[in-house]
């Protein structure tokens, strides 16, 4: 197997030292650092295509990102894609001021095609228990070797675990991947989280999901201990799964429980939420739990458990 080939050189300085910014101070996720390093080269590829000098960045004025806004209209790119672009050179360029490198932003303020409101999908209890109860359905074909057996049942365990950790505690599957036997505080039941920006905090962990662990840890050789990962990539392996990995694997348990396959581990975490403010949870505490930094992001999941009650009203109400 040929080794991944290396990450070609960043285009620009600047965009090299925001990169290592991005990993080593504000502890951006892999996915964030690729996304972000997209965006910013995208940009200079534009930029040379229209025969326009490199990116001087303190030189570069409004104007030339509202050429950039009908470059990308004219490439059909959804609303969404454009944000993100623009996300990206937003934090770029907070990054320059703060190291001085800019006296101020020039894309502050500048008018976007606006993303429509989408509310977010999510399962229902009913098939959150289907879901949760699925890879144990899943037999290992007749006729397996003992030792495929055993794997086929491990791996099944782990899934359980997996599913029923990321319900219990709403956790994105970053935080998930990145859990350690040292994070679970079995007498407190809570898990320490490290979310995005290096921020942790503590969250409950329901006894399904420790009872589901512990099963999992029993079948191993050895139960993982201090900083070993909780969910390993296989039975013979150290590193922790993956986010590829544990992907792949709800693709089989949502057709396996009859759900839609396209559905993500994102949309466990929606399904946390709104089951918690269905039942009467605040949405402060919820804000907390999910380890968002503004209240605005929670609040989308009023919305969705407010439209559930209209259809509740209307079908129910005489005078609807």
Request: aromatic share 8%; charged share 25%; proline share 8%.
């Amino acid at each position: 197997m040929n080794a991944a080939a290396p990450e070609p050189p960043v285009p620009d300085a600047w965009i090299g030292k925001f990169l290592q910014h991005l990993a080593a101070d504000r502890g951006a996720s892999a996915y964030t650092q690729r996304n972000y390093r997209q965006a910013l080269e995208e940009f200079c590829r534009w930029r040379q295509a229209e025969r326009l000098p490199p990116p001087g960045w303190e030189a570069l004025q409004r104007d030339d990102f509202r050429a950039y806004v009908r470059f990308l209209g004219r490439q059909n790119l959804s609303r969404a894609a454009v944000q993100l672009r623009f996300s990206a050179l937003r934090t770029f360029y907070r990054f320059l001021v703060r190291r001085g490198a800019v006296a101020a932003s020039p894309i502050r303020n500048l008018a976007l095609p606006k993303v429509a409101k989408r509310l977010p999908r999510f399962l229902t209890p009913e098939q959150m228990a289907d879901l949760l109860a699925a890879p144990l359905k899943l037999r290992p074909p007749p006729g397996q070797a003992d030792s495929a057996r055993a794997a086929a049942v491990l791996a099944a365990r782990r899934d359980v675990a997996v599913l029923e950790t990321i319900y219990s505690c709403g956790l994105r599957i970053s935080e998930l991947c990145g859990l350690t036997a040292q994070d679970i505080d079995w007498h407190e039941r809570v898990v320490r989280v490290r979310g995005k920006g290096k921020k942790e905090r503590l969250v409950p962990i329901g006894e399904p999901a420790l009872a589901a662990i512990r099963n999992y840890w029993a079948l191993l050789p050895q139960a993982p201990a201090g900083d070993a990962p909780v969910f390993l990539a296989g039975p013979k392996k150290a590193a922790a799964i993956a986010p590829r990995q544990l992907q792949l694997r709800l693709k089989k348990h949502l057709a396996a429980a009859g759900l839609d396959p396209h559905l993500t581990p994102h949309k466990l975490r929606h399904s946390y939420a709104t089951h918690l403010l269905d039942a009467g949870a605040d949405l402060r505490s919820v804000q907390e739990l999910l380890g968002h930094a503004h209240l605005v992001t929670t609040q989308v999941y009023t919305h969705l458990t407010t439209e559930r009650l209209k259809r509740a009203y209307d079908a129910a109400h005489p005078r609807a």
